[in-house]
């Protein structure tokens, strides 16, 4: 090497990215998602010379196609992007927001009392959506291949269907009446009003021509022109609020990602209006103050609860749509703020939540989707896309295909309103005209001089304890399939409840927790679905894993 190449290479390593990091790129591609078509698509993508950002399209829009309870062109998401080529992170915000016509009281009756499920089934449900902007926008501005070639395989399976599998069965049985109700959806998900059957192909016509407008117009085909006249009239002619403006005003939002440290680590995770990176912060900023590996197996699952009791304190009292509200994050992601925390936490017992001052806060989770990419350039993405609940509010516009989200239940409804999932808020996540909800998806990448973890899974208010968890066994040198798939625990702050999937304690532990003041719930089902990749670059390799809960595809090439 000449001298001026060492220092050239020496100079990237002290300010490529803040981190000792190795110059070359990684030595193969990997994608992990919810799905092999979608897993599929997106190394096809690759293979005909795009970069992660056109495999993102076309994984997110394949998703949307094949995984239809979980996102699609009626929802929205988050995608985290790492930029090979100058170092760049930034989170591309494709949250729905609320239509213009939304107002603080809109899912209450006369006497304030909430109307039974108006913001989670049907088209009142739904809020704007910002998956069909952000595709476009991600392949304008990132990627380099045309949305007709990225949005290609989506439209292919779409036209000639997909298998019916179990998760498919299991959400369509748990939302049956909501799609029995709306013709549209239920010609396309059921099988003449029932659930279809195990192998059977699931076509969608309709939505293979709405994204074929997607393609041939970029986001104009969808938010103008025929598509949105038919989302809009869908809407109001089933009783919903939507207006073409709506539409024509949505705007996909590149916003800084928060940043942090944690042993070493880089933590890059997203920022409002998700919860999550925030919320992640301040978890692993309290758990910073102590070497976890000095605790017994008992005192670190308490510890490890009480961060997470306070960080979802702050989640209901603070955060919010940011252009909206003024949210402190700076201070939650102060490593002082944490060491504050910190010092409230016994280790001898739990500090009740009725004991913390503030606001109450519960949610837990049905559906959603993450995936991960690497490329062999070095970019990578790590996406949570979501309609919120299984199959979202159940609703179809006649002829358009695109089932619509029910994003608006991640308001608070009314402040001490409990959502679908028990979730409290105050005013910093009411609904207002144009305001983005209060998300929990937390796509994060967490780096060190010896890799790069890429990682991120639905599951609600469970998300970011996921992400947490996972990260705590990465920093403890376990490996990708131990972390997708170690079994879970969740505190949420309200309800004041441990909740565990039944493997995560045995009998003792489980005793030994309730003696220092736990309430423990096991919880047999929504652990997540997480989708992660390593580029471990001491061995020059990289890994992926899909979550063995869920039916996912982790590919390595
Ligand atoms: O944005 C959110 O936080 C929720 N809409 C996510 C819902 C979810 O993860 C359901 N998944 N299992």
Redesign the pocket.
């Known amino acids: 090497m000449t001298i001026f190449l060492r220092i050239a290479v020496l100079a990237f390593l002290v300010v490529g990215s803040g981190l000792a990091v190795a110059q070359n790129p990684p030595p193969a591609a990997a994608i992990a998602s919810a799905h092999p078509l979608a897993t599929s698509a997106g190394h096809g993508v690759l293979e005909a010379g795009g970069n992660a950002f056109d495999a993102a399209v076309a994984v997110s829009a394949a998703l949307a196609v094949v995984e239809p309870y979980?996102s699609g062109l009626g929802g929205g998401g988050f995608w985290l992007l790492h930029r090979a080529e100058d170092n760049v992170e930034i989170m591309i915000d494709g949250?729905e927001r609320a239509p213009l016509a939304a107002t603080s009281q809109m899912y209450l009756d006369e006497t304030g009392k909430l109307i039974d499920r108006a913001s989670i089934d049907g088209p009142l449900a739904a809020a704007i959506p910002g998956l069909p902007a952000a595709l476009a926008y991600l392949s304008e501005h990132y990627g380099r291949l045309s949305l007709a070639k990225t949005l290609a395989p989506a439209i292919g399976y779409a036209n000639e269907g997909f298998e019916v599998d179990e998760p498919y069965r299991r959400q369509v049985t748990f939302r049956l009446p909501v799609l029995r109700r709306w013709p549209a959806a239920s010609r396309v998900f059921l099988s003449n009003g029932k659930v279809p059957m195990l192998g059977e192909r699931i076509k969608q016509p309709a939505l293979a021509a709405t994204l074929e407008a997607l393609a041939a117009q970029g986001a104009a085909g969808f938010y103008q022109g025929s598509v949105a006249e038919a989302l809009v009239d869908g809407v109001r002619a089933a009783g919903g609020i939507w207006r073409l403006e709506d539409l024509a005003q949505y705007q996909v939002v590149e916003r800084e990602p928060v940043r942090g440290k944690y042993r070493g680590f880089n933590i890059i995770s997203a920022s409002p209006p998700?919860s999550g990176g925030v919320a992640l912060l301040t978890m692993l900023n309290i758990l910073a103050q102590e070497d976890l590996s000095t605790f017994s197996e008992t005192t670190r699952a308490h510890f490890i609860i009480e961060a997470m009791r306070r960080a979802y304190r702050d989640r209901a009292r603070y955060l919010g749509d940011p252009d909206f509200v003024d949210i402190p994050v700076e201070k939650l992601i102060h490593p002082y703020y944490g060491a504050g925390l910190r010092a409230g936490i016994r280790l001898d017992r739990v500090t009740p939540s009725a004991h913390l001052p503030g606001i109450g806060n519960q949610?837990s989770?049905?559906?959603?989707t993450h995936f991960s990419i690497m490329d062999r350039e070095g970019n990578w993405v790590a996406a949570?896309l979501?309609i919120?609940?299984p199959f979202g509010s159940g609703f179809m516009p006649p002829g358009t295909g695109v089932l619509l989200n029910d994003?608006m239940d991640?308001f608070a409804a009314a402040p001490g309103v409990p959502n679908v999932y028990g979730l409290i808020g105050n005013q910093a996540n009411a609904i207002a005209p144009g305001k983005r909800?209060?998300?929990?998806?937390t796509p994060t990448f967490v780096e060190d001089e010896r890799g790069v973890l890429v990682l991120g899974t639905?599951?609600?208010?469970r998300?970011i304890t996921m992400v947490l968890l996972g990260i705590l066994n990465h920093v403890e040198g376990r490996d990708l399939t131990h972390l997708v798939s170690q079994p879970r625990f969740h505190h949420q702050y309200f309800p004041d409840e441990v909740q565990y999937e039944p493997q995560a304690f045995d009998k003792a532990q489980i005793r030994r927790l309730q003696a220092l003041g736990h309430r423990l719930t096991p919880y047999e089902r929504?652990w997540?679905?997480m989708q992660a990749l390593f580029w471990d670059r001491l061995r020059n390799r990289v890994e992926a894993a899909s979550d063995p809960r869920g039916v996912g595809q982790a590919v390595v090439r």
């Open positions: 979980s949250r998700s949610e989770g049905r559906h959603t949570t979501s919120n609940y994003e991640d909800p209060l998300s929990s998806m639905p599951g609600g208010s998300i929504r997540g679905n």
